[in-house]
């Protein structure tokens, strides 16, 4: 049981979705949150996290920033993801371990998994097999992510420990309709589609790969858990264990924001990963489960999108 109390802790990433979440999510502890805008320090650039984390010494850290996007993005901008999360990471981990710190989170994501690994699928299925090339480029940074926060415990004896978060959605998510990911995707053009009262909606791909899906306020509450009670150098999934064809996601949004037309499906687009459904049997024996089910949370979603704009 790792101690929270009276502990500085930066949420490196605070203006993305999952970093926005979880200093939501440290309000009600008793702690100090430390953020640093973008235009104080460029995660890219090793001197200035090094002079950042030197200057404002945290005790905690919470690795949330990343360059982030759907199956698109990944495509076509393959440097931005791989260049940038690969700095972006080390230079955090290793500033971090050079001032000290008592604690660091690293976040990664479900993408690290084989394409074709055994569903759902287990943490020690890490590399063995081949990636979904779609996103290989994001996959290889997160991997060497999980790993050197793994060697900085074997060589240096830091407590940093490592989560995979499944697909997450939730309020602060980007809605750009060719950079996002599905969930603020298919909000965004239900609601369009409503408005303009569409007879349909274009879906991408053929509607049937399966995804798992996550309220970022769930993520949140378990990286406060998980910094409290998990102390490996095994990274843990984290996940609801329930997924879902697009096809029915899909319909799903349209109900919610009261779509009644037609799905189109655009085989012309990627479908991905076939499955991606993660086994969190590790985090359930810890004592965690997400609260928030997926009917609830695309409603949350939804509300939040349509105040933000
Ligand atoms: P992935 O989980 O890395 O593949 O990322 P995405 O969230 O971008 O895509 C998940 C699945 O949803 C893929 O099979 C996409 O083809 C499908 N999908 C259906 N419609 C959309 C859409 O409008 N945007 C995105 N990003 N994906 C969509």
Redesign the pocket.
């Known amino acids: 049981m790792f101690d929270l109390s009276g502990h500085r802790v930066w949420v490196a990433g605070h203006r993305g979705m999952v970093g926005a979440a979880v200093v939501r999510r440290l309000a009600s502890e008793p702690v100090e949150v430390l953020t640093a805008d973008r235009d104080a320090v460029d995660l890219v650039r090793q001197n200035q996290v090094e002079d950042w984390i030197a200057a404002h010494r945290p005790s905690v850290v919470v690795v949330a920033a990343a360059r982030v ?6 495509d076509a901008r393959p440097v931005d993801f791989l260049y940038d999360n690969l700095m972006i990471e080390a230079n955090i981990l290793a500033a971090a371990a050079k001032i000290g710190v008592a604690k660091l989170i690293f976040l990664g ?3 690290i998994y084989p394409r074709e690994a055994a569903q759902p699928i287990r943490e020690d299925a890490l590399l063995t097999g081949p990636l ?1 090339p ?2 290989q480029w ?1 996959a290889i940074a997160k991997i060497a992510g999980i790993k050197l926060a793994e060697a900085y415990r074997r060589q240096h004896g830091h407590d940093f420990i490592s989560a995979m978060p499944t ?1 997450l959605y939730g309020p602060g998510d980007n809605y750009d ?10 909000l965004r ?1 239900a609601i369009t589609a409503r408005d303009a009262g569409a007879a349909e909606m ?8 399966r ?1 798992e899906f996550m309220h970022v306020d769930d993520l949140a509450d378990a990286i406060v858990f998980l910094l409290k009670h998990y102390s490996a150098s095994a990274h843990i999934n984290v996940g609801t264990g329930c997924d879902l064809p ?1 096809a029915d ?2 319909a799903m949004v349209a109900r919610t924001v009261g779509f009644t037309g037609r799905l189109c ?2 085989t012309s ?5 076939p499955r ?1 459904l993660m086994d969190s049997s590790r985090l359930a024996e810890l004592g965690w489960r997400p609260r928030i089910g997926l009917q609830e949370g695309l409603a949350d979603a939804w509300r939040a999108y349509v105040t933000a704009t």
Do not use: M, Q
């Open positions: 996007g759907g199956i698109a993005a990944n994501s479900s993408c979904e779609t996103n994001y697909n309709l060719e950079s996002s990911h599905v969930i603020p995707a298919l053009k274009v879906v991408w791909g053929t509607g049937r790969p995804r697009i996601l899909a499906f655009d687009r990627p479908d991905g990963t991606k």
